[in-house]
């Protein structure tokens, strides 16, 4: 039986939970984004960089960082634990996942609240 190291020790119905969460809250960014781009057709940058410029999005973008980097561990953790059985290859697969997810928010943060 493979242990839960996702939530620390808690249960699956926490896996479950941040699956649910992450993914209505992409939804939800994911539908601002295309309601957006269709209701400024003449997208230029002045209007996108005064939109990421505010607060409000840049806090929402990063609750989107956070989502997809939360929803992708819990997904891929099962995965690796569903289908690689030798524990050398899952340990390579989830280290490899880890730093990606890892870079990814780091590069996010930088993009979104850096000069």
């Not at 020790?9 to 295309?34: E, H, K, N, P, T």
């Not at 992708?72 to 953790?77: D, H, T, Y």
């Not at 569903?82 to 730093?99: E, P």
């Amino acid at each position: 039986m493979v242990t839960n190291i996702t939530n620390l020790g808690r249960s699956g119905l926490s896996d479950w939970l941040i699956q649910r969460v992450s993914a209505l809250i992409l939804a939800v960014y994911a539908v601002f984004m295309v309601l957006y781009l269709l209701f400024h057709p003449g997208l230029d940058y002045a209007t996108w960089s005064g939109l990421f410029s505010q607060t409000w999005m840049r806090i929402f973008s990063l609750l989107a960082f956070i989502s997809i980097a939360a929803h992708a561990w819990v997904g891929l953790w099962t995965v690796s634990t569903d289908y690689l059985k030798q524990a050398g290859a899952r340990f390579a697969f989830q280290a490899v996942v880890m730093l990606a997810i890892f870079v990814f928010l780091v590069w996010g943060v930088q993009v979104l609240w850096g000069a």
